[in-house]
C-alpha cells in the first residue's frame, strides 16, 4: 500500500530558505487520475510554494499522484475499501495532522469538503489552526439526480451541516454553489468567501486544428463537437447524445467526441447504440490533463450544459474558453462574471437536444463566428482567471481569518 506511515514526498528547504508561513492542506481525491481535483490541488499548492508560503499537503495513499506537486506530500494510510476508506482516512489524517502540526505548527488548516472534517477540525483547534474548508460543487444534487436513498441523503446532509459549522472560513468556487448551499441550509454569512477556479492559460492555448485531428487519429475531414468533464448528472451528458442524434443523421461531416469517465458514461454509451450513433459518438474515456489541450483544439465547437443554466463553475469551460473554443451553453456567467452571447459565448435558452443541435448546426460551418467568440473567451480567460490569480485570493482569505482569531 503506498504512503504506509505517512511517507513524506517532496523536498527540504534550503539552508537560509526559511519561510514565513506554513499550511497544511487535506484533500481526499483519486490524485492518480489527471481530473480537475487533480490539476486544481497541484496548481494551487504549487503556486502558494512559488508566493513563499511552505505547504505540507496531506493525501490518501492509496491513490498518490502521478505528477507530484513541488511541496512536502504526507501519504495517510488507509484502506481500499469503499465502505470505510474515507471514514478511515478521516481519522487518521486529523492524528497525522496533529502529530506533524505539533512540529511544523501550521497557520492553518486547509482542506476540500469531505464526507465529515470534524476530526480534522478538532485536531486543528487543539493546534489553535483555523480550517478553511473549500466548496467546488453541490454533490447534494448529483446525489437526488442519482437516486440515492432518504436515509443515505439524510446521513450526507447532517455530515454537510456539521462541516458548514465547524470550519472557520468557507470557499465556494462558484456563486451559484453558494445559492444552493443556501437554499439546504442555514450558513453563517460572515464565513463565506468566493474565490473562482483557474486555469493553465499556457497549457491551454489555441493550436492547429488540422494538426491536433492528425495527433489524434482523427478524420482531418470532419467536425468535432466534444464535450470534456465527469459524466453526472449535473453535466446532462445525455442531452448531449440525443442532440448528436439529430446532428449527425443530417450531417455526415460531423462527428461528436466524449471525454471522461463517471456515473453517467455506461447510460450514455448504451444511449448511442440504441439511437444508432454508436460509431459517430466516441467516448476515448479519461484523459491525462496534458492531452485535453490536444481534443479541445481539434474541435470545432465544446459543449458546456449546466441544469439549472444560471452560472457555471465548472473548470472545463475556463479550459474550453482558454484554448480559443467556442462553447455552447446554457449559462448566463462564468464564476460570476457575465457571459455574452455571440461574443464570448453561445447561449441557447433550455439545455434540450432540440436547442444544443440547432446551435450547433448555427456555428458549425460559420468559421467567422468561430472565430471570434473563441478569440474573446480566451481573452477573457486570461484577464481573469490564472491560477496565479486564484492562488494568490486563496491566500488572502486564508490571511483573513488567521487575523480575525
Known amino acids: ?227 470534456v468533464g465527469t459524466f453526472y448528472p449535473h453535466s446532462l451528458t445525455p442531452v448531449i447524445v440525443r442532440a448528436a442524434r439529430i446532428v449527425v443523421t443530417k450531417h455526415a461531416d460531423i462527428d461528436f467526441v466524449m471525454v471522461g469517465e463517471g456515473h453517467d458514461l455506461a447510460r450514455c454509451k448504451d444511449l448511442a447504440e440504441e439511437l444508432g450513433i454508436a460509431g459517430r459518438v466516441l467516448f476515448p474515456g479519461m484523459k491525462k490533463n496534458r492531452d485535453i489541450p490536444v481534443y479541445l483544439r481539434a474541435s470545432t465547437i465544446l459543449i458546456d450544459l449546466t441544469v439549472d443554466g444560471s452560472e457555471s463553475a465548472t473548470m472545463k469551460l475556463l479550459e474550453y474558453m482558454s484554448s480559443g473554443g467556442t462553447v455552447i451553453g446554457n449559462s448566463t456567467s462564468a464564476f460570476g462574471l457575465p457571459l455574452t452571447h455571440k461574443k464570448d459565448y453561445y447561449r441557447i435558452e433550455r439545455a434540450t437536444p432540440g436547442q444544443l443541435a440547432g446551435a450547433i448546426e448555427t456555428l458549425a460551418y460559420d468559421e467567422s463566428l468561430t472565430a471570434e467568440i473563441g478569440k474573446s473567451a480566451r481573452d477573457l480567460v486570461i484577464d481573469n482567471f490564472s491560477w496565479e490569480k486564484t492562488a494568490a485570493k486563496l491566500l488572502a482569505v486564508v490571511d483573513e481569518v488567521c487575523d480575525d482569531r
Not at 25 to 54: K, M, P, S
Not at 101 to 130: D, H, K, N, Q, W
Request: aromatic content about 12%; hydrophobic content about 45%.
Open 1 to 227: 500500500m503506498h504512503g504506509r506511515g505517512g511517507r513524506i514526498v517532496g523536498t527540504k528547504d534550503k539552508k537560509g530558505g526559511r519561510r514565513k508561513r506554513h499550511l497544511f492542506y487535506v484533500c481526499f481525491e483519486d490524485l492518480t487520475q489527471e481530473g480537475a481535483w487533480t490539476v486544481h490541488i497541484r496548481e494551487v499548492v504549487d503556486n502558494w510554494e512559488r508566493l513563499g508560503v511552505r505547504v505540507t499537503l496531506f493525501a490518501p495513499g492509496i491513490w498518490p499522484f502521478s505528477v507530484r506537486p513541488a511541496c512536502d506530500v504526507v501519504y495517510v494510510p488507509t484502506i481500499n475499501v469503499r465502505i470505510v476508506r474515507e471514514y478511515l482516512y478521516l481519522i487518521v489524517v486529523a492524528l497525522y495532522i496533529l502529530l506533524f502540526g505539533l512540529r511544523r505548527r501550521p497557520a492553518a488548516v486547509y482542506c476540500r469538503e469531505m464526507s465529515l472534517i470534524t476530526p480534522i477540525a478538532c485536531c486543528a483547534r487543539l493546534l489553535g489552526a483555523p480550517v478553511v474548508m473549500e466548496i467546488n460543487g453541490f454533490i447534494l444534487r448529483d446525489l437526488r439526480m442519482i437516486g440515492v436513498s432518504r436515509a443515505k441523503l439524510a446521513v450526507f446532509k447532517l455530515f454537510e451541516w456539521v462541516n458548514l459549522k465547524v470550519a472557520d472560513s468557507l470557499v465556494f468556487a462558484g456563486k451559484n454553489y453558494l445559492r444552493l448551499f443556501r437554499k439546504e441550509y442555514r450558513i453563517d454569512e460572515r464565513k463565506v468567501r468566493f474565490v473562482p477556479n483557474g486555469v493553465d492559460t499556457g497549457l491551454f492555448s489555441p493550436g492547429n486544428k488540422t494538426d491536433a485531428a492528425r495527433q489524434l487519429g482523427l478524420d482531418i475531414k470532419k467536425r468535432y463537437i466534444t464535450f
